[in-house]
């Protein structure tokens, strides 16, 4: 209450009180506010860190050069499924990149889930930072799966994990674990091996 | 259509100032939506909205993500009233200095006073003098220690090369450098790796006109540098009478910026700026200006959120202003920073700064800084820490800063947040903050005539002005595309500056504390993606602020004059991509009247069109307070200056 102290009532007001323009501008709100509601949904990378927007497009750029076993996909129109595990930390950069795109004809899609057995069927996850403490139990979950795990999480590639954003500097950087991904029954391309950093063990025969 | 025609629509009458101007504005903002839909989308390349998608692999790993000062955020989970313009923001802005800039955040207030000044406050107290600001160029800080405020008519840079503006509204004195008591402005350019290249502009028109240029290239290995060289000549502003403002200035400006980077996650830069400029002034001659600095950082990633900062500036500033007052000031600074996770869930941030000013200033006719050579040391340390809880959904983070001044000695500085996730898009966020201004030189040592008898003999028991702030804020992206933040605040103020009359009859007035004030309001902006290539940003703020005499205080006027704040002031900002080489800028701004000052309530639009002919020449024109012939932005009517409507042509070849 102390705080209304420095407020006088209106009738004791020193200074005249106008609201210049006060109606133009509820009706410029209330204008405004009808345009958004309808306008057409557009996607747009709309806040997501300058971090975030670019794993949005490596991830885009990644799976290019990875190929699924045909078993993965119901037929040839069927979806290419990227989901997103735990708290999505693209803000909409990851539906903005892959706006309108298709893999060799697979329209793409987006499924964001808390749990793991909804996201059994996509073809890459990205597991997020919020998943850190279940990280062993979501890479034991994937094993063997063809589904290609990515996340950003200091030792993912080389707990099990397929590929791992890391930092060097202010660059981003990826690891990948070759022989979860043989295990899986993925087809790393050479274009995107030879920029990774290989961890986890080596494997007995060189595909490349 | 002609351009007096056009005018005739918006005649220069302040009595139709509103509502009709407004729905023309707003007429001409809708009129692209209409456009949109029924143009063809461009084929091929054009604004895209994924701006890294078309990147191959090799080329991903080389944009750089990290910004250089403090932890960077998502600006979804920012537990403050954080703003930003990017880069690409003010480009398309046609901004032509960093305070015009500055009117691309919503939450600052920023006015113009004549050709070469400005006012910019966020939360009231704005002046011509502004004290509560933290503002910082690339690291290195902007107010100057002789008043705590900034020279805006120095303050400059490429804006081409600009990265962003962060605005946090609010204290931000834990983490952030002293005098953050009402925000801090951090205004960031790109590495010299970003920036490659030759970049030519020329600008005309009838109030302003500059020439630039900068070049960029690598040493190899990592290394890039650029330089750079700018000319800006400004016309007089205009009387309330009609008569010339006789402030008209021209500036030159000269830099470069280094940087090398080792694959060991070293980053190392150095850049610096030499500046010299001349100032029109009534009766005495020009004011001159000039001054230079050299700022060296070098940070180390030892991980990811793990790192070190080491940085270091000297700067130099003198001016000359015949008639009234001369200074140099030297300052250098050392700044350490030092940020990395603990645990799994809590991050920790600490650093310590050290700073010494030489100042240099020289009796005046009518007042001085006494004594006029002085040199001073601050120093400060501060810790924080965040922590996540309940599966990173609430986010406290507590901090504190303990800083030295010659003035008034320790000063402590605590403050505690609380971000509560809702969701992936949602966020709420509250904080209480107690933040101080120390005393700066004019708070102590200012006295005028410069010699006795006084009329005021400095403020020899001034101690620091103190703020504890109140904040709650919430942020939403509602849906990809459309965002909005709104941020409520109550700021609570003591020991705010008075002048005391002596006690004595014909003693001289001392500075004291004799003030208590008051300030609450909220701050909504809002960023809209209509379509793939309109963008909307819409900003408002309303505020009442307000001060009071502390008992036992004599000074009644500073509670007026230092009271000078509109009690709302919105902005819109609508970016339209007419084709993938032509785009319409489009900016209108509402600022409400200032009471103390009697400056009427305006509203001033800014309209930018822009065509690319090739890929790497660009020609705009662009016109500037289209409104009025004339308008006030701030100070009392008898020293007032009108800006004036103004147009410019550009020319931008990039090789």
Redesign the interface.
């Given at each position: 209450m102390a705080l209304l102290k420095y407020f006088p009532s209106p009738r004791d007001r020193v200074l005249p009180v106008r609201r210049p323009n006060g109606g133009a501008w509820r009706g410029l709100l209330a204008v405004l506010a009808a345009l958004l509601t309808f306008a057409p949904p557009t996607l747009r990378a709309q806040g997501a860190s300058k971090e975030y927007q670019v794993k949005a497009a490596f991830i885009f750029n990644l799976i290019q050069f990875v190929v699924w076993p045909p078993a993965q996909f119901a037929s040839d129109e069927a979806p290419f499924v990227i989901g997103v595990l735990g708290e999505d930390p693209f803000a909409g950069a990851l539906d903005a990149v892959i706006q309108g795109e298709k893999i060799r004809g697979h329209p793409l899609r987006i499924t964001r889930s808390n749990r793991v057995a909804d996201l059994m069927n996509s073809h890459v996850v990205f597991v997020s930072q919020s998943e850190r403490a279940q990280m062993a139990t979501i890479i034991a979950a994937f094993a063997g799966r063809p589904v290609l795990t990515v996340a950003d999480l200091p030792d993912f590639a080389a707990r099990g994990g397929v590929l791992n954003f890391y930092a060097e500097g202010a660059r981003i950087r990826f690891e990948v674990n070759r022989a979860t991904a043989q295990h899986a029954g993925l087809k790393l391309g050479s274009q995107l091996l030879g920029l990774a950093r290989l961890v986890g063990p080596e494997l007995k025969t060189e595909a490349r | 259509m002609n351009v007096p025609a056009f005018f005739r629509i918006f005649p220069a009458s302040r009595a139709h100032?509103?509502?009709y101007r407004?729905?023309v504005l707003?007429a001409g903002c809708?009129a692209p939506?209409i456009f949109a839909q029924s143009a063809p989308r461009p084929a091929g390349p054009g604004p895209t909205?994924?701006?890294?998608?078309s990147?191959?692999?090799?080329q991903?790993?080389?944009?750089?993500?990290?910004s250089?000062s403090r932890r960077?955020?998502?600006?979804?989970e920012a537990a403050s009233a954080i703003q930003v313009a990017t880069g690409d923001d003010i480009r398309r802005s046609g901004a032509m200095r960093l305070p015009e800039a500055l009117r691309l955040v919503s939450n600052l207030q920023v006015a113009q006073i004549d050709s070469r000044q400005w006012a910019v406050a966020s939360r009231g107290f704005n002046n011509t003098t502004t004290n509560k600001l933290l503002v910082q160029l690339d690291g290195r800080t902007l107010y100057t220690p002789l008043f705590a405020g900034v020279f805006w008519d120095v303050q400059d840079t490429l804006l081409v090369d600009l990265d962003r503006i962060e605005v946090i509204s609010g204290p931000g004195a834990t983490q952030w450098g002293s005098n953050a008591v009402n925000g801090v402005i951090n205004i960031t350019t790109q590495s010299a790796r970003d920036t490659q290249g030759g970049f030519l502009k020329a600008v005309a028109g009838n109030e302003m006109r500059s020439a630039s240029a900068r070049y960029g290239a690598s040493f190899g290995s990592g290394a890039f540098f650029r330089v750079y060289g700018k000319h800006t000549a400004a016309e007089d502003s205009i009387t309330p009478a009609g008569l010339d403002g006789e402030d008209a200035w021209r500036m030159t400006q000269g830099g470069f910026r280094g940087d090398w980077?080792?694959?060991t996650?070293?980053?190392f830069t150095l850049q610096g700026d030499v500046y010299r400029g001349r100032v029109r002034q009534p009766i005495n001659a020009d004011i001159e200006m000039k001054g230079g600095n050299l700022l060296g950082r070098w940070t180390r990633?030892f991980?990811?959120q793990d790192s070190l900062v080491v940085q270091s500036y000297y700067d130099y500033t003198q001016r000359l202003i015949p008639g009234s007052f001369a200074e140099d000031l030297e300052i250098y600074d050392l700044d350490l920073q030092r940020n990395f996770p603990v645990g799994?869930n809590h991050r920790l941030v600490f650093g310590g700064n050290y700073r010494f000013m030489r100042d240099d200033a020289e009796l005046g006719p009518t007042f001085s800084f006494l004594p006029g050579r002085v040199t001073r040391e601050w120093y400060s340390a501060f810790v924080q820490d965040e922590v996540k809880l309940l599966?990173?959904r609430l986010r406290l983070t507590a901090g504190l800063k303990v800083e030295h001044n010659p003035y008034t000695g320790t000063e402590y500085q605590p403050s505690v947040r609380a971000a509560w996730?809702l969701d992936?898009?949602r966020l709420a966020w509250a904080a209480i903050s107690r933040a101080m201004r120390s005393p700066s030189r004019i708070d102590r040592e200012f006295y005028a005539p410069s010699t006795p008898p006084f009329a005021i003999a400095g403020g020899p028991n001034f101690k620091s002005e103190e703020l504890l702030a109140y904040e709650i804020g919430y942020r939403a992206?509602v849906?990809?595309?459309?965002?909005f933040s709104l941020s409520t605040f109550?700021h609570?103020y003591d020991d705010l500056r008075s002048l005391e009359p002596s006690k004595v009859a014909g003693g001289p007035s001392l500075i004291a504390n004799g003030i208590t004030g008051?300030s609450y309001g909220a701050e909504l902006s809002?960023?809209?993606?209509?379509?793939?290539r309109w963008r909307?940003r819409?900003g408002?703020t309303g505020q009442?602020v307000?001060s009071?005499t502390k008992p036992g205080s004599l000074d009644a006027a500073s509670v007026r004059s230092q009271v000078l704040d509109p009690?709302?002031y919105?902005s819109?900002h609508s970016q339209f991509d007419l084709s993938a080489r032509t785009a319409l800028d489009v900016s209108v701004r509402?600022v409400?009247?200032i009471?103390?000052q009697a400056v009427?309530?305006y509203?001033e639009a800014d309209v930018r069109l822009s065509w690319r002919p090739a890929d790497a020449v660009e020609l705009a024109i662009t016109g500037k307070n289209l409104f009025d012939r004339s308008h006030p932005e701030f100070r009392d009517a008898a020293i007032r200056r009108e800006i004036e409507r103004s147009f410019n042509g550009s020319v931008t070849w990039r090789f």
């Open positions: - | 100032l509103g509502a407004i729905a707003l809708i939506s909205p994924a701006p890294y998608k990147l191959s692999l090799a991903l790993m080389d944009v750089e993500v990290t250089v960077t955020e998502m600006l979804t980077e080792r694959e996650a070293d980053r990633t991980a990811p799994t599966r990173d996730k992936e898009r992206e849906r990809p595309g459309f965002s109550l609570d008051l809002v960023d809209y993606r209509a379509t793939e909307l819409f408002y009442r307000s009071k009690k709302h919105a819109l509402q409400g009247r009471a103390n009427p309530a509203v």
